[in-house]
């Protein structure tokens, strides 16, 4: 128990932060989810500095791991906004829940952002390896993934581009937790994952749970696109609040800046102080394993742009292959420029 505590805490202290902001009440307010990925870092961090409220806006920040929860608190308007993937804005979408996909967040790196793993004492060394288990009368399915994301939207670029059928009943298992997810990877109870930094090199470096075992990467998923994050707002928030929007994603920008120019030391000491306090009241700095962050690569961040629209299409097309849905909407319905620079 205690090592999958401190699984949860490193996450969450590298990409979610919630501050209770006071004095702020008379403030444009907006409330965004986060996950625990990478791509969160700016807001996470300008929650954490203060500089939404500095800059006349009053922002709630709810760090969400479960990908159900979050989609539930948009559609119900318990949030106003989040970062996302692109498939689930298109689910949401598609379902009837009335968003706009304001911008991109983070556009991951094409190789080494993204990796299929399995643990060495389950002795696959490939991907055919990996799959044939399934043939084989095991009770686990082969590779454990996030349900209709983008994550499976690449994990069946790289299987189809290897010459392999997919059969979703065979080959995934579907999770809606990502920190979950990893936890059950790390302690062997799936034969392999697909997981975004900064679990792959959490995992990678953590102490194993078997002696002598270690993280196997079986695909990096070099040659396959990867799909940006995005940010959606609620439309009636857009139509409602459009200067908020605004001054959000001027914050947003200056955040993105000021970690592109800061120091990992001071980067990775505001995260600790702000996650642990928040999820963990009462837990210190010792939660952490000494000296892991030395081995995370913080990314360089770019503005937020315009989502593609190549790239919505074809996660439509996917989507729509799948049965995940039938509609085809216009990406210049759910989409605008209204907040990019």
């Known amino acids: 128990m205690i090592h999958a505590r401190r699984i949860v805490v490193f996450f969450i202290v590298l990409t979610i932060t919630l501050s209770v902001l006071t004095g702020a009440e008379d403030l444009p307010k907006l409330r965004i989810s986060l996950p625990p990925v990478m791509g969160c870092l700016p807001i996470a961090f300008a929650d954490g500095w203060d500089m939404f409220t500095q800059n006349g806006l009053s922002v709630d920040v709810v760090g ?170 609620r439309r009636d928030v857009v139509e409602r609040s459009p200067e908020a929007i605004s001054k959000f994603y001027d914050v947003y920008r200056e955040s993105i800046d000021r970690i592109n120019h800061l120091s990992r030391e001071e980067l990775t000491r505001t995260g600790i102080g702000i996650a642990l306090a928040l999820f963990f009241p009462g837990l210190g700095e010792d939660a952490v394993p000494e000296g892991i962050l030395d081995d995370f690569a913080i990314p360089h961040f770019s503005h937020p742009t315009m989502l593609p629209e190549k790239k919505f299409e074809n996660v439509v097309s996917w989507e729509n292959s799948k049965g995940y849905t039938w509609k085809h909407p216009a990406y210049e319905d759910v989409t605008t420029d209204q907040f990019i620079r």
């Open 64 to 233: 969400l791991s479960d990908n159900q929860a979050r989609i539930l608190a948009l559609m119900a308007g318990d949030i106003d906004g989040m970062i996302c993937d692109v498939s689930t804005a298109i689910l949401l979408i598609t379902s009837g829940t009335d968003i706009v996909i304001t911008s991109t967040a983070y556009q991951p790196e094409q190789t080494g952002s993204l990796a299929l793993l399995t643990q060495s004492y389950f002795h696959i060394d490939s991907v055919e390896d990996l799959l044939s288990r399934t043939e084989t009368g095991n009770t686990l399915k082969s590779i454990a993934i996030t349900e209709m994301s983008d994550i499976e939207y690449e994990i069946d670029a790289l299987l189809t581009s290897l010459g392999h059928t997919i059969n979703p009943s065979k080959d995934y298992s579907y999770w809606h937790d990502m920190l979950q997810l990893s936890m059950f990877l790390n302690l062997g109870s799936v034969y392999a994952a697909v997981l975004p930094e900064p679990y792959i090199t959490y995992l990678s470096k953590y102490p194993p749970i078997k002696p002598g075992t270690k993280l196997i990467h079986l695909s990096d998923f070099g040659g396959i696109e990867l799909l940006p994050s995005v940010v959606v707002f």
